[in-house]
């Protein structure tokens, strides 16, 4: 099931993505680190209702936060649609027990079926660039890979930004 993540969440969310953080660094992506994600940048995500997680027998096996906010990093990208009426997808996670048995499918049918109901434009997100399952896992999907970003915080390689125009 998916649904809304509520405050009662936040242990869960962040013990996930710290699972998530360790077991990529292990696989040599340093994607996330002590900087990000944050857990007061999930209870930001709860508060906003842009946070949702997926639950199976009453364990959270993933998160995905859905935003119509544009970051600032984003401006200078040229994308393939206006800069309005776009859906943003950050911190999808799954937890690394669960990886490779689709739920990351299953939360971006979510987020894409959200996307076309409400009639957006596109679906918009970065994904590392270190990280090739991710960016393969994206343009298996549709998603055009358009430019790079940076966030010096967590890594001096970039961020490759994609769009899926629906």
Request: hydrophobic fraction near 35%; charge should be neutral; include cysteine.
């Amino acid at each position: 099931m998916i649904r809304k993540a509520l405050l009662s969440d936040l242990d869960s969310i962040h013990q996930l993505t710290l699972a998530c953080a360790k077991a990529m660094i292990s696989q040599g992506i340093y994607q996330w680190n002590e900087h990000y994600p944050t857990r007061s940048r999930f209870e930001k995500d709860i508060t906003q209702q842009e946070l949702y997680v997926l639950e199976e027998d009453s364990i959270l096996k993933g998160i995905i936060v859905l935003t119509e906010l544009m970051d600032d990093e984003y401006i200078p990208i040229k994308w393939l649609t206006e800069n309005k009426n776009n859906l943003y997808i950050h911190r999808l996670a799954i937890h690394p027990d669960y990886w490779g048995k689709g739920y990351a499918q299953q939360l971006m049918n979510f987020a894409e079926s959200h996307a076309t109901s409400n009639k957006y434009s596109s679906v918009r997100l970065d994904t590392f660039s270190q990280n090739k399952r991710n960016q393969k896992f994206y343009k298996t999907r549709g998603y055009q890979q358009l430019g790079d970003i940076y966030f010096p915080k967590q890594s001096e390689y970039p961020f490759y930004c994609f769009e899926l125009v629906l």
